[in-house]
Nanobody
Framework: QVQLVESGGGLVQAGGSLRLSCTAS????????MGWFRQAPGKEREFVTA????????YDADSVKGRFTISRDNAKNTAYLQMNSLKPEDTAVYYC????????????????????WGHGTQVTVTS
């Protein structure tokens, strides 16, 4: 069982930055790929970015390429999402998720492949 807790959300003006953190319980963090997803009001949850278990490979949605960066620190059981040049359309609840991959250098971009989810943190970007 893995428990995920997100933090770092808040209210920011367009063009600003936020850094989200996702801290995991347990001692097997390095066997999980980590992903960030978001859900805006009235919309389905969508993929944002993901990182392989080692951190060597990342995947980004087209909508955030060049603005968002995912990273992880396996020694701290934590994944991060650095969000720059924020836009009002980035407003959503952001969720981190863990996908068990063991030693595979891979991370899925599909919600259904993730095994554990955090409760989410609200990000609001004002114009």
């Amino acid at each position: 069982q893995v428990q995920l807790v997100e933090s770092g959300g808040g209210l920011v003006q367009a063009g600003g930055s936020l850094r989200l953190s996702c801290t995991a319980s347990g001692r097997t963090f390095s066997t999980y790929a980590m992903g960030w997803f978001r859900q805006a009001p009235g919309k389905e949850r969508e993929f944002v970015t993901a990182i392989s278990s080692s951190g060597a490979t990342t995947y980004d949605a087209d909508s955030v390429k060049g603005r968002f960066t995912i990273s992880r620190d396996n020694a701290k059981n934590t994944a991060y999402l650095q969000m720059n040049s924020l836009k009002p359309e980035d407003t959503a609840v952001y969720y981190c998720a863990a996908e068990w991959v063991q030693a595979r250098s891979f991370a899925s971009t599909h919600l259904r492949d993730y095994d554990y989810w955090g409760h989410g943190t609200q990000v609001t970007v004002t114009s």
